[in-house]
DNA sequence: TTTACCTATGTAGTATGCTGATTGACTAGT
DNA sequence: ACTAGTCAATCAGCATACTACATAGGTAAA
């Protein structure tokens, strides 16, 4: 059985908030209280190692919105197995982090 | 208003768990998941910073035991206020990490 | 129109955290 | 005797996280 690739507690607790559905940075940085220099570099290291993918949202969206345009994630495969594996090393992970409320169209 | 002073998201954890009554380092890592190489020297610097402070437990007390003697913290007055103010920062720590089952001599 | 605040993302430089190993004493199996 | 396992703490060297700041368009007030 290879050995689990590791994850840090701030990588992980990152993870579970996108997997939660807070899928662009800002949204991650409220529900975590991680500051932008911390949330913006590891996410960019989770989609390096294709825990997550990215995705730029249209500028006509943003536009309709009057507000920047946003980088949405969202977990792959191995991103959403690799979770999993993780709430045996950090328990305390799983019941954390509520859920955003869902913007309705 | 003096900013509050600043506190990563893994020491605030470590400051609870303690607060919590994790008083030692092993019993820190059990339930935070951390390893000892994140958990020991973050100790050393909230003790640094006055948040907590250490005292050794007596030589018989872990001979009585069987095993290594334990270092043991407690949070100091600092140290209690400046996890009131971490919660609004992290609000997710105030909910996460169980108490430890208290030993009975 | 300049001051301020909000959303959203990003960066440089440094402090902190993590991996992997080590120490040391004690326990138990082979 | 050796090998392996547990509890407790520590370290060197490298990876990650944090602070402080920046950018850029938007709103809104003075």
Do not use: N
Request: glycine share 4%; proline share 9%.
């Amino acid at each position: 059985m290879q050995p689990e690739p590791k994850l840090s507690h701030t990588a992980a607790l990152i993870l579970q908030a996108i997997h939660l559905g807070h899928v662009y940075g800002f949204s991650v940085m409220e529900v975590t209280g991680l500051p932008s220099g911390t949330v913006y570099p590891a996410m960019r290291r989770l989609e390096r190692d294709a825990l997550i993918t990215s995705k730029w949202e249209q500028q006509s969206i943003a536009d309709a919105e009057q507000r920047p345009p946003r980088k949405y994630y969202k977990l792959t495969r191995s991103g959403r197995s690799l979770l999993e594996s993780v709430y045996k090393r950090y328990p305390l992970l799983e019941k954390l982090l509520p859920s955003p409320a869902v913007e309705k169209a």
